[in-house]
């Protein structure tokens, strides 16, 4: 399904969005890299057949104008880029909590604005939003970033309800736990933790199906699945601070 096809991914220069070019590469497609380092995008382009580079800051609508690749010539996007800090409401951090924001839920308002209604308009797509277990309701330590990955969901929920039955395919895929120099951040144990590689793999999977909503890994990601109907006294309980 992905042969012959052109991704765009934002946030391709690290962890999970390099790993899924790589995947695609290998599939078949052809991918288009954003991300803010342009250094990092290019050595990535250096080996993958094809590919092509579109530097941008996704929370700055000048640098997308500027920048992002017409939606005519993209047959899906993926956006992946995020930003994490550790934080307790007692440490609140306007700042850190507003990048988060910034990065997670705005940034991917900024670019699928230049791409849903295109797609919308010539019926055919496929929208991939990577957003977290940690989105599935909030978690201690996660000041900022629970949050904004509930609100991406949410987001990506909201465009499948206004396409559903169209051409356009529109999917959330949650990890848990990556080892990337974000969970890198974490003085906490992190059960299932995976490789950029493995999380690939299971996006790759995903993203061959046709589920609106799925999350990995199992049977880690089954308990926010299901702590989602949790009183929350039993959820507090069991998450510990």
Not at 108 to 137: C, E, M, T
Not at 165 to 173: D, E, F, L
Not at 216 to 233: D, E, I, M, N, Y
Request: proline share 4%; glycine share 10%.
């Amino acid at each position: 399904m992905f042969n012959g096809k052109t991704y765009w991914i934002v946030g391709a220069s690290e962890g999970l969005g390099r790993e899924l070019a790589r995947a695609l590469t290998k599939a078949g497609a052809r991918v288009i890299l954003s991300a803010r380092s342009e250094d990092r995008l290019r050595d990535l382009a250096d080996e993958l057949t094809g590919a092509e580079i579109a530097s941008l800051d996704a929370t700055d609508m000048d640098s997308i104008a500027a920048n992002a690749p017409d939606a005519a010539d993209i047959d899906g996007i993926i956006y992946c880029a995020g930003v994490y800090d550790p934080m307790r409401a007692q440490d609140w951090d306007a700042d850190k909590v507003a990048l988060m924001f910034d990065v997670n839920l705005r940034g991917a308002v900024n670019v699928l604005g230049r791409v849903v209604p295109a797609f919308a308009k010539r019926d055919s797509g496929h929208i991939v939003l990577i957003g977290s277990l940690a989105g599935y309701r909030g978690l201690p330590g996660s000041i900022g970033y629970s949050a904004s990955k509930s609100g991406l969901i949410a987001l990506g929920e909201s465009i499948y309800a206004d396409l559903r039955g169209s051409g356009v395919k529109v999917q959330v895929a949650s990890p848990g736990f990556i080892k990337t120099r974000l969970t890198d951040k974490n003085d906490f144990d992190m059960p299932q933790i995976m490789t950029p590689e493995d999380a690939a793999d299971h996006v790759m999977r995903i993203m061959r199906g046709g589920a609106l909503h799925a999350s990995f890994p199992r049977p880690f990601s089954w308990f926010f699945k299901w702590g989602r109907f949790l009183p929350a006294g039993i959820f507090y309980r069991l998450t510990g601070k």
